[in-house]
Protein backbone atom coordinates (compact mmCIF):
# COMPACT_ATOMS: atom_id res chain seq x y z
CA UNK A 1 0.00 0.00 0.00
CA UNK A 2 2.98 1.98 0.40
CA UNK A 3 5.32 3.88 -2.17
CA UNK A 4 8.31 2.23 -2.50
CA UNK A 5 11.02 3.07 0.14
CA UNK A 6 13.42 4.11 -2.22
CA UNK A 7 11.04 6.30 -3.66
CA UNK A 8 12.68 10.27 -3.49
CA UNK A 9 11.01 13.26 -2.44
CA UNK A 10 10.19 15.17 -5.05
CA UNK A 11 11.42 18.31 -6.71
CA UNK A 12 9.10 21.39 -5.15
CA UNK A 13 8.36 22.03 -8.87
CA UNK A 14 6.95 17.99 -8.92
CA UNK A 15 4.93 18.36 -5.66
CA UNK A 16 3.14 21.58 -6.59
CA UNK A 17 2.67 20.15 -9.95
CA UNK A 18 0.96 16.92 -8.26
CA UNK A 19 -0.78 18.87 -5.86
CA UNK A 20 -2.45 21.34 -8.79
CA UNK A 21 -3.11 18.05 -10.40
CA UNK A 22 -4.76 15.90 -7.91
CA UNK A 23 -6.60 19.49 -6.52
CA UNK A 24 -7.96 19.80 -10.11
CA UNK A 25 -9.17 15.86 -10.05
CA UNK A 26 -10.80 16.32 -7.24
CA UNK A 27 -12.76 19.78 -8.07
CA UNK A 28 -13.65 17.97 -11.36
CA UNK A 29 -15.05 15.08 -9.68
CA UNK A 30 -17.30 17.61 -6.95
CA UNK A 31 -17.99 19.46 -9.84
CA UNK A 32 -19.55 16.32 -12.01
CA UNK A 33 -21.48 14.24 -10.19
CA UNK A 34 -23.45 11.61 -10.53
CA UNK A 35 -27.10 11.75 -10.12
CA UNK A 36 -27.32 10.52 -6.49
CA UNK A 37 -26.03 13.22 -4.03
CA UNK A 38 -23.15 13.17 -2.26
CA UNK A 39 -21.89 10.13 -4.22
CA UNK A 40 -18.46 11.37 -5.16
CA UNK A 41 -14.90 9.67 -4.87
CA UNK A 42 -13.45 12.91 -3.25
CA UNK A 43 -13.40 11.41 0.57
CA UNK A 44 -11.32 8.59 -1.48
CA UNK A 45 -8.76 10.58 -3.00
CA UNK A 46 -7.81 12.28 -0.13
CA UNK A 47 -7.69 8.91 1.65
CA UNK A 48 -5.44 7.56 -0.66
CA UNK A 49 -3.13 10.50 -0.97
CA UNK A 50 -2.97 10.70 2.77
CA UNK A 51 -1.83 6.91 3.22
CA UNK A 52 0.06 7.01 0.14
CA UNK A 53 1.59 10.28 1.30
CA UNK A 54 1.70 11.43 4.42
CA UNK A 55 -0.96 13.64 6.88
CA UNK A 56 0.56 16.70 5.13
CA UNK A 57 -0.30 15.68 1.44
CA UNK A 58 -3.93 14.71 2.49
CA UNK A 59 -4.07 18.03 4.68
CA UNK A 60 -2.77 20.29 1.74
CA UNK A 61 -5.29 18.66 -0.50
CA UNK A 62 -7.92 19.12 1.54
CA UNK A 63 -7.85 22.70 1.73
CA UNK A 64 -7.08 23.51 -1.93
CA UNK A 65 -9.68 21.29 -3.35
CA UNK A 66 -12.57 22.79 -1.60
CA UNK A 67 -11.22 26.08 -2.13
CA UNK A 68 -10.91 25.87 -5.54
CA UNK A 69 -14.12 23.79 -5.68
CA UNK A 70 -15.78 26.19 -3.77
CA UNK A 71 -15.17 28.81 -6.46
CA UNK A 72 -17.40 27.07 -8.72
CA UNK A 73 -19.91 25.79 -6.50
CA UNK A 74 -19.72 28.86 -4.46
CA UNK A 75 -18.74 29.74 -0.78
CA UNK A 76 -20.99 30.06 2.38
CA UNK A 77 -21.33 29.31 5.60
CA UNK A 78 -20.66 25.49 4.75
CA UNK A 79 -17.28 25.87 3.21
CA UNK A 80 -15.30 26.43 7.10
CA UNK A 81 -17.47 23.15 8.30
CA UNK A 82 -16.39 21.37 5.41
CA UNK A 83 -12.80 22.14 5.45
CA UNK A 84 -12.94 21.47 8.73
CA UNK A 85 -14.30 18.02 8.18
CA UNK A 86 -12.63 16.29 5.60
CA UNK A 87 -9.38 17.92 7.60
CA UNK A 88 -11.12 15.87 10.66
CA UNK A 89 -11.46 12.73 8.88
CA UNK A 90 -7.88 12.37 7.35
CA UNK A 91 -6.56 13.44 11.46
CA UNK A 92 -8.67 10.47 12.44
CA UNK A 93 -7.57 8.37 9.90
CA UNK A 94 -3.71 8.97 10.54
CA UNK A 95 -4.15 8.59 13.97
CA UNK A 96 -6.05 4.96 13.41
CA UNK A 97 -3.14 3.95 11.20
CA UNK A 98 -0.72 4.82 13.53
CA UNK A 99 -2.94 2.93 16.19
CA UNK A 100 -3.16 -0.24 13.59
CA UNK A 101 -0.65 -0.01 11.08
CA UNK A 102 -2.57 -3.50 9.56
CA UNK A 103 -4.53 -0.54 7.76
CA UNK A 104 -2.47 0.23 4.99
CA UNK A 105 -2.04 -3.50 4.08
CA UNK A 106 -5.55 -4.91 4.40
CA UNK A 107 -7.90 -3.62 1.90
CA UNK A 108 -11.28 -4.87 3.27
CA UNK A 109 -10.59 -2.37 6.68
CA UNK A 110 -9.36 0.67 4.42
CA UNK A 111 -12.93 -0.18 2.45
CA UNK A 112 -14.44 -0.09 5.70
CA UNK A 113 -12.56 3.41 6.89
CA UNK A 114 -13.54 5.10 3.73
CA UNK A 115 -16.98 4.27 4.65
CA UNK A 116 -17.24 5.61 7.98
CA UNK A 117 -15.51 8.64 6.77
CA UNK A 118 -18.57 9.35 4.50
CA UNK A 119 -20.23 9.85 8.35
CA UNK A 120 -17.88 11.40 10.71
CA UNK A 121 -17.93 13.80 7.52
CA UNK A 122 -21.24 14.40 7.50
CA UNK A 123 -21.14 14.69 11.47
CA UNK A 124 -18.46 17.30 11.66
CA UNK A 125 -20.59 19.36 8.97
CA UNK A 126 -23.31 19.29 10.76
CA UNK A 127 -21.41 20.23 13.90
CA UNK A 128 -19.79 22.95 12.47
CA UNK A 129 -23.40 24.25 10.77
CA UNK A 130 -24.83 24.02 14.26
CA UNK A 131 -22.02 26.38 15.01
CA UNK A 132 -22.11 28.74 13.00
CA UNK A 133 -25.88 28.81 12.60
CA UNK A 134 -26.49 28.46 16.31
CA UNK A 135 -28.05 25.55 16.49
CA UNK A 136 -28.58 24.22 19.97
CA UNK A 137 -29.73 21.10 21.73
CA UNK A 138 -32.74 19.48 19.56
CA UNK A 139 -31.86 21.60 16.79
CA UNK A 140 -28.74 20.33 16.10
CA UNK A 141 -29.95 16.99 15.63
CA UNK A 142 -32.66 17.44 13.84
CA UNK A 143 -30.62 18.83 11.75
CA UNK A 144 -28.28 15.66 11.81
CA UNK A 145 -30.53 12.96 11.41
CA UNK A 146 -32.15 15.06 8.78
CA UNK A 147 -28.96 14.63 6.70
CA UNK A 148 -28.25 11.30 7.49
CA UNK A 149 -29.63 9.67 4.09
CA UNK A 150 -27.13 12.18 2.63
CA UNK A 151 -24.41 10.45 5.05
CA UNK A 152 -25.30 6.97 3.54
CA UNK A 153 -25.05 7.68 -0.01
CA UNK A 154 -21.90 9.27 1.08
CA UNK A 155 -20.64 6.54 2.66
CA UNK A 156 -21.92 3.85 -0.02
CA UNK A 157 -20.33 5.97 -2.66
CA UNK A 158 -16.87 5.68 -0.50
CA UNK A 159 -17.45 1.78 -0.59
CA UNK A 160 -17.85 1.64 -3.94
CA UNK A 161 -15.12 4.16 -5.42
CA UNK A 162 -12.35 3.65 -3.38
CA UNK A 163 -10.50 -0.15 -4.98
CA UNK A 164 -10.78 2.02 -7.64
CA UNK A 165 -9.33 5.25 -6.82
CA UNK A 166 -6.57 3.35 -5.09
CA UNK A 167 -5.63 1.36 -7.68
CA UNK A 168 -5.31 4.95 -10.17
CA UNK A 169 -3.16 6.24 -7.66
CA UNK A 170 -1.02 4.00 -6.67
CA UNK A 171 -0.21 3.32 -10.31
CA UNK A 172 -0.05 7.35 -10.84
CA UNK A 173 2.10 8.54 -8.23
CA UNK A 174 4.27 5.29 -8.52
CA UNK A 175 4.85 6.67 -12.26
CA UNK A 176 5.01 10.79 -10.62
CA UNK A 177 8.37 8.81 -7.88
CA UNK A 178 10.42 7.47 -10.75
CA UNK A 179 9.36 10.64 -13.15
Known amino acids: MKLPASAKKPS ?3 AVALLGLLTALCTVLRIVKVPI ?3 QPVTDILMVVT ?6 WGLGLTVSTLVVSNLVLGFGLWTLPQIAAYMICMLVLQAIVLMLPIVRRL ?13 LY ?3 VSLGMAVIGSLNGLGFWAYYISGLLFDTYHAIGNLVFYPIVL ?6 L ?6
Open 167 to 172: LVLQQG
Open 107 to 119: LWLQIGLAGLLGY
Open 51 to 56: LLLGLR
Open 122 to 124: GFV
Open 174 to 179: KRFNRG
Open 37 to 39: PNV
Open 12 to 14: PVR
